[in-house]
């Protein structure tokens, strides 16, 4: 066997992991076709170990494997040249543990070095180059972009980040159970990291949650999907120069974010989660409250998209504008809201068959282009208010059971999965422990990881004005790339 | 005289009423209060007050463009009928002089975008440039069109289309209206063609061109921009009010008639989004055509009959 076969919230013992072979990978990864969500390396006395985690979305399933890179080993054959899904894994690799891959396309720091970095350039006569960034004219997080271009028209787009770099995965081996520091890999996605980090915490204590605080969980994690969505239409709005819609759904957005504040005490759900449960209920007179927020906010988001959705103005900034083919989103391994928009099958909170969820892929033209991102949201953010009521009601059941229970011990020589649907796509979070039961690697995937490829795929050959706009369709996380 | 200094008075002021204006209806759309109609004016004394930054790239264009920029303005106001409806100088072709007048301050900001060598300048420039050499012919040949019609080749010809042409002279109004009000809407940088109130350089046109001015001659820039923009808006106004109406009527009438326009520019800016960069070059021709039509319509009128 050159795999282990485990499920979302697993843990297994590291013995039980096997070794394979780069050439092994390769053929395994060319004929399984399950997809990339994990590629990090390990020290491991004299050695580096390099951990495979494979998704099979169709079963639900995660394939676990490795490769050991004995000390004098300092390259091998990269697997991105084949597979471009490897690329920005393999250079994050390399980075870290300075083992080459050879003949990587775009070997180029992800991170760190960023003084080193060397920029694609296209020779010619009315070719000119645009540097944008890192720092922008909004309040928004740092980073590089270099535009390659002849008149209005983008041939290349090369993004640079790395500014935000926090170590973060470092932080969280140091301090164990510390929640809120997980809410902070990425601030837009507070309940789905934290969410993720408390599963993987949980699984390594083999800590039973209340069916209750998983539903609450949940429903702030919907919560949150809905508010980003609502800010993400109003910025796109913005972007167009579409007063109306922009200002609409600023103060729609407000609406979802007080009612978390009134859940948690935080507008963004902080300290919401812990390891173990949730800290604040949702007792009767808050699910009315969130039932009948949920109702104003689903008919503005209605009435406002519908009149934008029919506007000639509207519909011709965004249609055709930043595609993406559904053939380039698989190849480079995209996720999320994004690879939905370009028709890709792809939610790990349908695939990986979460019990509480009852949710099924929403039918609509998945063109790959803005609209369809702008479209993809809006018709989310109503399946999501769905979802809210059907917990609602769930709830109720529940309402003697416990909201935190303690948590156990953290197993030694453990590895743990755990991989939650954020707003923007799936987050990953995989720990390694030690023989003491001391955290070794802690590695966190965020989407935007994946994703920043697909931006610099969807503005090629499209007017470099309409890159803003499809930079908000996307409203990537500079933070959660850098970590 | 006094009517001289009025119209300099009101050339001077209006403009910051006519952008709080604009504002305020964009506020109104958008359902917030908005800010006074006076914070255009309170914005200019505040970068008066301010300290004006020189990049070190930058040459003499760079500092003397915003006085040249104001000055044009200033100078093609003179010749076109503001307040009382009469032009402060009226000489032969003014319709040409107060063109070429606008391009050479346009011309200057143009090189003064750059001259501060950052690529975002320069593609403001660019967009800049382009549009202007499809308003420009547009521009002549619809004015050149009513003077032929009326003989007359200064603005006050505006007045004077009706009783040239009776039947079909209101048709050529209509199209003039369109005509100018698309340029209104081009010169000032407004929505649907450009967005003043984006911050993204990367789709900017007018706004990315003086990302590098400060102080003093932002302020400058901003005031000479309201004031073209007014001067289209005063162009329009003129061709609405019937001629020789007594003052007391006439006044209040031009001030309705800028009012009006300003509350329309708001509102176009609140309920369409802007047009993608391609289509802002078909929304620019929707100019030439009509003025096309004025020149067919002229052509009729003069050899038809």
């Not at chain 1, 390396?41 to 079963?59: H, I």
């Amino acid at each position: 066997m050159n795999w282990t076969v485990i499920e979302n919230n697993q843990k297994i013992n590291i013995s039980q992991i096997p070794a394979i072979t780069i050439e092994q990978l390769r053929n395994d990864y060319n004929r399984l076709k399950y997809r990339l969500i994990g590629f990090f390396g390990k020290k491991e006395e004299e050695n580096t170990r390099l951990y495979v985690v494979l998704c099979d979305d169709n079963e639900g399933k995660i394939y676990v494997s490795s490769i050991v890179f004995s000390r004098d080993v300092k390259s091998y054959e990269a697997l991105t040249k084949d597979f471009p899904a490897f690329h920005n894994f393999e250079r994050e690799f390399y980075e870290e543990f300075n083992i080459e891959p050879l003949n990587h396309p775009w070997l180029k720091p992800l991170r760190q070095n960023q003084d080193k970095y060397s920029f694609f350039e296209m020779k010619g006569e009315e070719v000119h180059e645009v540097a944008v960034g890192p720092i922008h004219a909004g309040v928004i997080e740092p980073g590089h972009f270099r535009f390659m271009c002849q008149g209005e028209k983008v041939y290349e787009l090369e993004i640079m980040l790395g500014y935000q770099h926090r170590g973060v995965e470092e932080l969280l081996i140091k301090s164990k159970f510390n929640n809120r520091l997980a809410e902070s890999v990425c601030g837009d996605t507070v309940i789905g990291h934290n969410l993720a980090y408390s599963q993987v915490m949980e699984t390594l204590t083999d800590t039973q949650i209340t069916d209750k605080a998983q539903i609450i969980r949940r429903i702030a994690l919907e919560l949150e999907r809905i508010a980003v969505h609502i800010g993400d239409m109003g910025a796109i709005s913005g972007d167009m120069a579409y007063l109306m819609g922009a200002s609409i759904f600023g103060v729609t957005r407000t609406l979802v974010i007080n009612t978390m504040l009134e859940i948690s005490g935080s507008r963004f759900g902080r300290g919401l989660i812990d390891v173990g449960g949730v800290n604040f209920d949702i007792d009767e007179t808050m699910q009315e409250k969130i039932i009948s927020m949920l109702k104003e906010v689903e008919k503005t988001v209605d009435k406002v998209t519908k009149i934008m959705l029919k506007k000639s103005s509207c519909i011709s900034r965004m249609e055709r504008t930043g595609i993406v083919t559904k053939e380039q989103t698989q190849t480079i391994g995209a996720v999320g809201m994004a690879a939905r928009a370009s028709g890709m099958m792809l939610d790990s909170r349908i695939d990986l068959k979460d019990k509480f969820y009852n949710l099924d892929y929403i039918k609509f033209n998945a063109s790959g282009d803005v609209h369809a991102r702008f479209n993809l949201r809006y018709l989310e953010i109503k399946q999501s208010i769905e979802q809210i009521k059907d917990f609602i009601k769930i709830l109720k059941e529940y309402k003697m059971e416990k909201l935190k229970v303690p948590y156990g011990v953290i197993s030694s020589n453990s590895f743990a999965v755990s991989i939650t649907e954020g707003w923007r796509g799936e987050i990953v979070h995989c720990v390694i422990t030690g023989k003491n039961g001391e955290l070794v690697r802690y590695k966190v995937k965020d989407p935007s990881f994946n994703n920043w490829y697909m931006l610099s795929l969807a503005v090629r050959n499209n007017g470099i004005s309409d890159f803003p706009l499809c930079n908000k369709s996307f409203n990537l996380s500079y933070c959660g790339n850098d970590l | 005289m006094t009517i001289t200094i009025i119209n300099l008075l009101i050339l001077l002021t209006i403009p910051f009423f006519m952008m709080g204006i604009i504002k305020k209806t964009k506020a109104f759309w958008a359902g917030r209060k908005g800010v006074s109609i006076l914070q255009p004016f309170y914005d200019f004394l505040r970068l008066m007050n301010k300290e004006t930054v020189y990049s070190e790239t930058t040459s003499w264009v760079f500092k003397l463009t915003p006085m040249i920029m104001f000055s044009t303005v200033i100078f093609a106001a003179l010749f076109i009928p503001l307040l009382t409806g009469e032009a402060i100088i009226n000489v032969p072709f003014s319709f040409v002089i107060f063109s070429y007048t606008l391009s050479l301050g346009k011309f200057f900001s143009l090189i003064s975008a750059l001259d501060t060598g950052s690529s975002f300048e320069g593609m403001g420039a660019s967009r800049e440039a382009c549009f202007s050499t499809i308003v420009e012919p547009a521009f002549f040949i619809a004015m050149g069109s009513v003077a032929a019609l009326t003989k007359v080749n200064s603005f006050d010809n505006l007045k004077m289309i009706a009783e040239n042409a009776p039947v079909y002279g209101i048709l050529i109004i209509a199209l003039l209206i369109i005509t100018l009000f698309i340029m209104l809407l081009i010169e000032g940088c407004r929505v649907p063609v450009d967005d003043p109130a984006t911050h993204l350089e990367l789709t900017m046109i007018h706004e990315v061109m003086i990302l590098d001015n400060s102080g003093a001659d932002l302020g400058f820039i901003s005031w000479s921009s309201a004031i073209k923009m007014f001067l289209f808006e005063a162009l329009i106004a003129s061709l609405i009010i019937p001629k020789g109406l007594a003052p007391v009527i006439s006044i209040p009438l031009f001030l309705g008639a800028i009012l009006l326009l300003s509350v329309m520019v708001g509102t176009i800016e609140a309920i369409t989004a802007r047009f993608r960069m391609t289509h802002v070059f078909e929304f620019v021709f929707i100019m030439s055509i009509t003025a096309l039509l004025i020149l067919t319509l002229v052509t009729y009128g003069i050899y038809g009959n």
